[in-house]
């Protein structure tokens, strides 16, 4: 056995000693367990600024550590993203069964228009032995349930931009009922300057030059011509005529 006493001080060195030394150490050596796993079993988070901390301990063959790490330092504000599109509406994609006793799930996804849902719903219990009916003909099965009425929205919340779309649902005894929480769209961009809304004179101006003018000065033809018109009807009528083709010009 290993004796941390020897050799004492001032003593001559002797081999049975020595040798009888270093097989108790050896022996020690052995009795140390072989690690051949290691397990982090907790790690926890510490204020900003603390120092990390890492404990280790050895049970059986397996080496169990626990840390203690800082949080870091909160990043800047990162730059808004473009706005997201439109949300058009709510598609329900499926609702299976589930077994009794399983908690309800929903799945939310957003296909860049549409916030889709994909509901699990746990079925009922197998209803026990409803009571005994009267003898004879009254006899027979206890009352029918209430039916599964509706599924019903209680409340849709709007939610900051960037947060997950949420659904609680809940089952009073005939209604399936939902609260939706649905993130707003980023704000959008402001929009550029518009032209004036008023034109001006030149503008005015111009765009009339590529009109023709009214022809209220022009006197009208009532006077009717003879069978065959005269020399003097031809005449009135290319008068006329110049006088209406002036009348035009700008």
Do not use: C, W
Not at 139 to 165: H, I, K, M, R, S
């Amino acid at each position: 056995m290993f004796d941390p006493n020897l050799p004492a001080n001032g003593t001559h060195g002797s081999s049975a000693q020595m040798r009888a030394q270093l097989n108790g150490l050896k022996a020690l050596i052995d009795a140390v367990p072989a690690i051949n796993a290691a397990q982090v079993d907790s790690t926890n988070t510490l204020p900003q600024g603390s120092p990390a901390n890492a404990s280790v301990s050895v049970i059986g063959n397996s080496l169990h550590f626990t840390f203690d790490l800082p949080q870091g330092a909160e990043g800047t504000q990162g730059m808004m993203g473009a706005q997201g599109p439109p949300f058009a509406q709510a598609v329900v994609d499926g609702v299976n069964t589930l077994p009794p006793g399983d908690n309800a799930t929903v799945s939310v996804s957003f296909d860049g228009s549409n916030v889709r849902f994909n509901f699990a719903i746990p079925r009922g219990n197998d209803g026990g032995q409803g009571p005994q009916g009267g003898s004879g003909s009254d006899g027979g099965p206890g009352p029918q349930g209430p039916p599964f009425a509706q599924a019903v929205v209680d409340g849709v919340g709007t939610l900051n931009p960037g947060e997950p779309a949420t659904v609680q649902t809940s089952f009073d005894g005939s209604n399936v009922r939902f609260t939706f929480g649905i993130p707003r769209g980023n704000d959008g961009l402001n929009g550029s300057d518009g032209a004036p809304g008023e034109i001006s004179q030149a503008q005015l101006d111009s765009a009339i030059n590529g009109t023709s003018s009214n022809t209220n000065s022009v006197s009208t033809l009532d006077t009717g011509f003879s069978d065959p018109p005269s020399l003097a009807d031809l005449e009135a009528l290319r008068l006329a005529y110049n006088n209406l083709v002036l009348a035009l010009r700008r």
